[in-house]
């Protein structure tokens, strides 16, 4: 039997052994394969909710982590992945030749996660009834397909259902290639009771909480959160949409329910937002959990690896970040271009840095601590624009972060994306890599990439990353 906590928003471990009678899901993170890939607090979270909903739903749910890090093999055969206090840090890394789509590039690209033995091994000693894949970006795809092909060598008569952001982004391709036995594009319901009923298999209301299965395998010396579902902007450069039409505020208790009973069952810490949209509604929803956590005892950190709106940044929510251990921010500024916004974003204008870094500083946050997001490598934009914004932004003596622009199928910009890059966009997902620079264009190269990421390092501070 499926047991609750006081708070009802929690699956204990305990019941989640296998028993008699009720059917193993078994939930799979693939490894990576990439240019470059830093654990800035990467973990299956999608997988974590639909275990929670398995787990209520009647599964015995087991969890095989290909990103694990601690993976005993693993290190004896590549050594131990350096790591951060915070929970942050490397994973394991073996170099492989690039794929042909993408193979313009003097870089190394590399499979991460533990090795090929480990996830088979640990694959094999499962028993189960149905397996459920995830998939991240777009261009992460070969790590699914690998997952895939082992699952189906070892298990052939098994149902094997893939969901995630590449599937939803790319559904023909994933249909097409992955060899998953049902594929699932955008919100897993109510497709995913149809999956199961199909196979005899236990079905149950779709969840409406952010309800997280604390399975251990997870890694929990981070945790992640999510408060709020989607976003109500609409960027031209962004995906979001698709992925979750709607905007739905959360609810800060569970959130609270969910930082405690991660503290107390896994001593973590560190926390780190998945939101699109966290300041927006704040006063119900981010503000009263900001208020809970400041009133409790915990000692944690926490984290924004996804920006936060400048336009919803005013004082009162800086001085409640700070009184709630936030022990970083990073806002998303994109360009200090006027027509940047007013043609791709409408979320800002250039003044809303001075006023949001304003808030912050008076509420006790060190420069160093502020991170400002600027947008490289979109369709058309000249490398001049973005080093203005560079300049702007580190003028305030922050840091600077160029976030490399990756082609999203679903975005507003998506077609002129695919009319302008050089590479083949909508067939291979591959090319939506940001490291290969998708929309290079003679005001826009890779020395320019190079030269403005060097630039934001100089002038906004070295980041984490
Ligand atoms: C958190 C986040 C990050 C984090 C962590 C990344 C990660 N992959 O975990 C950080 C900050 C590190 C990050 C970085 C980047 N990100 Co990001 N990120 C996100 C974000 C906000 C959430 C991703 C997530 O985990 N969602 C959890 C979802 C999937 O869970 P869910 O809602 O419960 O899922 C439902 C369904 O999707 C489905 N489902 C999901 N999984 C499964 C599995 C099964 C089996 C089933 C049945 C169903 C199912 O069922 C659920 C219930 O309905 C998304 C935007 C978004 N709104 O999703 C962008 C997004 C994934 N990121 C994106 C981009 C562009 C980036 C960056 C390239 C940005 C940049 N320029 O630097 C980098 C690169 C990352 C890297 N190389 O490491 C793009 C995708 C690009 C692509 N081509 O795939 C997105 C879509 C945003 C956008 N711009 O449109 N990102
Ligand atoms: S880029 Fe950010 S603000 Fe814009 S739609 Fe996406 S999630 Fe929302």
């Known amino acids: 039997m499926v047991k609750l906590t006081k708070s009802g928003s929690f699956v204990q471990p305990g019941s989640?052994?296998?028993?008699?009678?009720?059917?193993?899901?078994?939930?799979?993170?693939?490894?990576?394969?990439?240019?470059?890939?830093?654990?800035?607090?990467?973990?299956?979270?999608?997988?974590l909710r639909l275990a929670a909903w398995l787990s209520r739903s009647g599964y015995c749910v087991r969890l095989v982590n290909g990103m694990d890090f601690t993976d005993p093999h693993s290190i004896a055969v590549l050594g131990r992945p350096r790591r951060e206090a915070r929970g942050t840090g490397k994973f394991f890394r073996q170099i492989v030749p690039a794929p042909p789509p993408v193979a313009v590039l003097q870089r190394s690209y590399a499979r991460y996660g533990i090795v090929a033995e480990s996830l088979e091994r640990r694959i094999a000693a499962e028993r189960p009834d149905i397996v459920f894949v995830s998939?991240?970006?777009?261009?992460?795809?070969?790590?699914?397909?690998?997952?895939?092909?082992?699952?189906?060598?070892?298990?052939?008569?098994?149902?094997?259902?893939?969901?995630g952001i590449y599937p939803t982004l790319c559904p023909g391709h994933a249909t097409a290639h992955s060899e998953a036995d049902?594929?699932?594009?955008?919100?897993?319901?109510?497709?995913?009771?149809?999956?199961?009923?199909?196979?005899?298999?236990?079905?149950?209301?779709?969840?409406?909480?952010?309800?997280?299965?604390?399975?251990?395998?997870?890694?929990?010396?981070?945790?992640?959160?999510?408060?709020?579902?989607?976003?109500?902007?609409?960027?031209?450069?962004?995906?979001?949409?698709?992925?979750?039409?709607?905007?739905?505020?959360?609810?800060?208790?569970?959130?609270?329910?969910?930082?405690r009973e991660m503290h107390r069952r896994f001593a973590t810490r560190s926390f780190a937002f998945y939101?699109?949209?966290?300041?927006?509604?704040?006063?119900?929803?981010?503000?009263?959990?900001?208020?809970?956590?400041?009133?409790?005892?915990?000692?944690?950190?926490?984290?924004?690896?996804?920006?936060?709106?400048?336009?919803?940044?005013?004082r009162a929510c800086a001085l409640s970040m700070k009184r709630a251990?936030?022990?970083?921010?990073?806002?998303?500024?994109?360009?200090?271009?006027?027509?940047?916004?007013?043609?791709?974003?409408?979320?800002?204008?250039?003044?809303?840095?001075?006023?949001?870094?304003?808030?912050?500083?008076?509420?006790?946050?060190?420069?160093?601590?502020?991170?400002?997001?600027?947008?490289?490598?979109m369709p058309g934009q000249d490398a001049g624009e973005v080093e203005l914004s560079i300049r702007h932004?580190?003028?305030?003596?922050?840091?600077?972060?160029?976030?490399?622009?990756?082609?999203?199928?679903?975005?507003?910009?998506?077609s002129q994306a695919v009319r302008d890059s050089p590479f083949a966009l909508e067939e291979e997902p591959l090319t939506h890599n940001n490291s290969i620079l998708p929309m290079?264009?003679?005001?826009?190269?890779?020395?320019?990439?190079d030269r403005l990421k060097a630039l934001s390092r100089t002038l906004g501070g070295r980041t984490a990353v």
């Not at 290079?440 to 990439?449: A, C, K, P, V």
């Open 275 to 314: 939101d699109d949209a966290l300041l927006v509604n704040k006063e119900r929803a981010f503000l009263p959990f900001l208020e809970r956590i400041s009133r409790s005892n915990l000692s944690v950190a926490f984290y924004l690896p996804n920006a936060v709106h400048l336009r919803y940044l005013d």
């Open 135 to 163: 998939a991240g970006m777009t261009y992460w795809y070969p790590g699914v397909m690998e997952a895939i092909r082992m699952v189906r060598k070892i298990f052939p008569k098994v149902p094997v259902v893939l969901g």
């Open 182 to 259: 049902a594929v699932i594009a955008g919100p897993a319901f109510p497709r995913l009771n149809d999956i199961l009923r199909q196979r005899s298999l236990p079905t149950g209301e779709p969840p409406v909480d952010e309800e997280l299965l604390l399975l251990p395998e997870a890694n929990w010396q981070a945790g992640v959160l999510r408060l709020n579902r989607g976003c109500p902007l609409d960027c031209a450069y962004c995906s979001s949409k698709v992925v979750e039409p709607r905007f739905l505020p959360g609810k800060p208790d569970l959130l609270f329910e969910t930082v």
């Open 393 to 414: 932004a580190a003028s305030y003596g922050i840091r600077v972060q160029l976030a490399e622009y990756a082609p999203t199928p679903g975005s507003a910009l998506w």
């Open 325 to 377: 251990r936030f022990a970083e921010v990073r806002v998303g500024f994109e360009s200090a271009g006027l027509e940047f916004h007013t043609t791709l974003d409408n979320k800002l204008v250039t003044a809303m840095l001075a006023d949001g870094l304003e808030h912050l500083l008076q509420a006790g946050f060190a420069p160093q601590s502020i991170t400002a997001y600027v947008l490289a490598g």
């Open 16 to 47: 989640n052994r296998p028993t008699l009678g009720r059917p193993t899901a078994l939930l799979l993170y693939p490894p990576i394969y990439d240019f470059a890939l830093y654990d800035l607090f990467l973990k299956p979270y999608a997988l």
């Open 440 to 449: 290079r264009w003679r005001g826009f190269s890779l020395e320019d990439l």
